[in-house]
């Protein structure tokens, strides 16, 4: 089964600092994964996705992530935190076989310190 | 475009009883999908519609039913709730059910059952 891992309970950064989220992703054929944010109450809003092509990813909000084949892993990042930013993060991989079934890592608190 | 709505918002219920939660997805999307999230266990899939055939059924009691009418507005059911049922309903629609594309969320339905 496809699944992703965000190895990390919380993410704290400082504001103006560099921020990154961890995701590794087990999967059988090509991965296709997405990373959404959560604020307080919300449901979730999507941020970006990696279905082929470049490795860098660009985004909502200025956040872009990496994929990278060989370590298995699709890394959120932001060159310059916001406290606006501090939310849940959850990276997602697509099921295989056509259908729109997002399996979701546990999620990242991330807490961006002014 | 208006977004994925979900009606109610927030819901008291008590063990037994049974609840209806409604979902509109963003003009023009035919997939609709619901998921659940808890503290516990995360965002878990529960279902996906698609032309009002249920595509896809995640690992949950058949007590979590649902279904999609013509306008591809969808409800979900859960019958006899349990406390465990006490969770944020989140429902996501896409434009197709193929392809990769991206799902957006609603706001969710809160459900407490006491």
């Known amino acids: 089964a496809q699944s992703v891992a965000q190895p990390e309970d919380q993410v704290n950064v400082a504001e103006g600092n560099p921020l990154t989220v961890k995701c590794t992703y087990s999967v059988s054929g090509n991965p296709y994964l997405f990373w959404y944010v959560q604020y307080p109450n919300r449901g979730l809003q999507f941020l970006l996705k990696?279905?082929?092509?470049?490795?860098l990813v660009k985004g909502s909000y200025g956040f872009e992530a990496e994929f990278n084949k060989s370590q298995t892993s699709f890394h959120l990042k932001k060159p310059s935190a916001l406290v606006s930013d501090s939310a849940l993060y959850f990276c997602?991989?697509?099921?295989?076989?056509?259908?729109?079934?997002?399996?979701f890592g546990k999620g990242n608190q991330v807490v961006v310190i002014p | 475009k208006a977004g994925v709505t979900q009606t109610p918002r927030y819901l008291i219920k008590t063990r037994g009883q049974q609840v209806t939660l409604s979902c509109s997805p963003i003009s023009g999307h035919r997939s609709v999908s619901w998921y659940q999230q808890t503290p516990g266990q995360g965002l878990q899939f529960l279902f996906e519609y698609f032309s009002e055939t249920q595509r896809n059924k995640g690992n949950f009691p058949g007590r979590f039913s649902g279904r999609q009418f013509s306008n591809s507005r969808s409800e979900m059911n859960v019958s006899t709730l349990e406390l465990g049922d006490s969770a944020l309903y989140l429902c996501?629609?896409?434009?197709?059910?193929?392809?990769?594309?991206?799902?957006?969320f609603g706001p969710g339905t809160r459900l407490l059952v006491l």
């Open positions: 997602a991989v697509r099921d295989i076989g056509g259908n729109n079934r997002l399996a």
């Open positions: 996501a629609s896409s434009s197709t059910s193929g392809g990769v594309e991206t799902q957006y």
């Open positions: 990696y279905i082929t092509g470049d490795n």
